[in-house]
């Protein structure tokens, strides 16, 4: 386990527990995969390119997507908000099915979104579906059309439009064959199976490559950090993360059910951050951020609008961990830094 917090006025602080898979001890500032995180900074990329002109959010995506459904009524600005309206299976229906044939194959994003193309959508274009939304092939999509309107990666263009900009020395989309030698593995368990197995052992390349919103972010407790930071205090390159001011009404901010991540009034899952736990003054939450989690890793990222205390939290083990116990131990840590400041 490795904890970052910061405090304004204050030097950060950043430890880390347990042992790496080698037997060494962890380091605070490994790297070490960021799983999810991937979708907030392909997002983030796409607002960078918005702001300076570079990409058009009204643009239709058949200009690069033609075979796409209803790829001439699917807009730029749709596939950031994630209501393409496109399959919501591509994780448990495609991705899964196609790693396992080969875990070394470099999968372009052009041949990911063939995957797709022939599935029928869920939904009209426009429309919020958020049943799997956070694996909405949407996102591949967002990257491929970056590279075709950029000529670059999306991997060169996170590094030139977020990483650079906010200073994230260790943060990346890696295509499997550029890790940092130092990389934090992790443990998991493959579907229908219960003993752990080692991610040193396996090809990283396939799923790296195949859905780069979901697997190929790479990134450091320090850099996370910093990127909280910046969406907490709306220095947002590209956008503005929703700060306490911007948010609308408690009440709206959660469905039927309590879930956090979308925001009911527009529809839309908020872009960066979530709105992770009532307030209880009707307006704001008590936290906002990012729970970023992927094989072998899981992560919190929480801003605390009330006293701008920020905590980040990895985490991996061969014993199951839910968010609930991570967020648990994430607000004890809160909870204990606020109690030796005040």
């Given amino acids: 386990m ?12 950043v430890l880390a527990s347990g042992l790496r898979l080698d037997g060494s001890t962890a380091g605070a500032d490994d790297p070490f995969s960021a799983g999810t995180l991937g979708q907030s900074v392909i997002k983030q990329a796409a607002f960078a390119l918005i702001d300076i002109g570079v990409l058009d959010p009204s643009a239709i995506v058949d200009l690069w997507l033609p075979g796409q459904p209803n790829a001439d009524r699917v807009t730029v600005q749709m596939l950031i908000d994630q209501t393409t309206g496109w399959t919501t299976e591509y994780y448990d229906s495609l991705l899964v099915e196609n790693l396992l044939v080969d875990l070394e194959r470099v999968w372009t994003l052009a041949e990911a979104l063939d ?27 967002l990257a491929f059309v970056v590279e075709q309107v950029t000529g670059s990666s999306i991997a060169d263009v996170i590094a030139e439009q977020v990483s650079g900009p906010l200073g994230l020395d260790d943060t990346l989309l890696s295509d499997g064959n550029d890790e940092p030698d130092n990389s934090t593995w992790g443990l998991f368990v493959l579907p229908g199976l219960t003993e752990s197995a080692d991610l040193r052992d396996l090809p990283h390349v396939g799923y790296r490559t195949i859905s780069p919103d979901l697997f190929a972010s790479i990134s450091t407790v320090p850099d996370l950090l910093d990127l909280v930071d910046a969406w907490g205090s709306g220095d947002y390159p590209g956008g503005t993360a929703p700060t306490t ?10 469905d039927d059910e309590g879930q956090p991540g979308v925001n009911p009034a527009l529809g839309l899952p908020f872009n ?3 709105p992770c736990e009532p307030g209880g003054d009707g307006v704001a939450p008590r936290r906002f951020g990012r729970q970023p989690s992927g094989i072998g890793t899981q992560s919190l990222m929480y801003h ?11 985490f991996n083990s061969d014993e199951d961990a839910t968010n609930a116990d991570l967020v648990a131990i994430a607000d004890e840590v809160h909870d204990a830094v606020l109690a030796a400041i005040s």
């Avoid at 609008?305 to 990895?314: K, Q, R, S």
């Fill in 2 to 13: 490795r904890v970052g917090v910061r405090v304004p006025g204050h030097d950060d602080i």
């Fill in 115 to 141: 995957q797709t193309a022939t599935l029928p959508p869920v939904a009209e274009p426009g429309v919020f579906d958020p049943t799997g939304w956070s694996n909405d092939v949407g996102l591949v999509a």
């Fill in 245 to 254: 001011a911007a948010f609308v009404p408690e009440r709206q901010l959660f």
């Fill in 272 to 274: 960066g951050l979530c």
């Fill in 304 to 314: 605390h609008p009330a006293d701008d205390i920020e905590v980040v939290l990895h």
